[in-house]
C-alpha cells in the first residue's frame, strides 16, 4: 500500500524556518520524481517544488524561488523540505508524493505550516 507520512509544519514567526520531512512506502521510490504541494485555506492544492529520482534536478515555484530548497534520501526513502524565510502566505498544508500522477490516488494527511507573528 502506497503512503505518505508528513512532518515537521508548525507555527512560526515571519522570517523563520522550518524543515519538513516525508516518510513515503508501499513503491520503488528511487524510481520517482517526487514533490511537495501545498494546500492554502479556500484553496486549490498546488505544486510547489520537484526533485527527480537522483536527485539531480530540482525546480520550484516563482512564489518560494530562492527560499525553499527540497532534498531527498533514497536510502531512506524520504524527501524534505528546507523552508526559510518564511511569509504569511506560505500558511498551508503541506503534503508530498509522486510528480507523477500515477500515485495521486494516495495522499498523506499533510502537516500544518502557519506562519504568524
Known amino acids: 500500500q502506497v503512503q505518505f507520512v508528513e512532518s515537521g509544519g508548525g507555527l512560526v514567526q515571519p522570517g523563520g524556518s522550518l524543515r519538513l520531512s516525508c516518510a513515503a512506502s508501499?513503491?520503488?521510490?528511487?524510481?520517482?520524481?517526487m514533490s511537495w504541494y501545498r494546500q492554502a485555506p479556500g484553496k486549490e492544492r498546488e505544486l510547489v517544488t520537484t526533485i527527480t529520482n537522483t536527485g539531480g534536478s530540482t525546480n520550484y515555484a516563482d512564489s518560494v524561488k530562492g527560499r525553499f530548497a527540497i532534498s531527498r534520501d533514497n536510502a531512506k526513502n524520504t524527501v524534505y523540505l528546507q523552508m526559510n524565510s518564511l511569509k504569511p502566505e506560505d500558511t498551508a498544508v503541506y503534503y508530498c508524493?509522486?510528480?507523477?500522477?500515477?500515485?495521486?490516488?494516495?495522499w498523506g494527511k499533510g502537516t500544518l505550516v502557519t506562519v504568524s507573528s
Open positions: 508501499g513503491f520503488t521510490f528511487s524510481n520517482y520524481a
Open positions: 508524493n509522486a510528480r507523477n500522477p500515477s500515485l495521486w490516488n494516495y
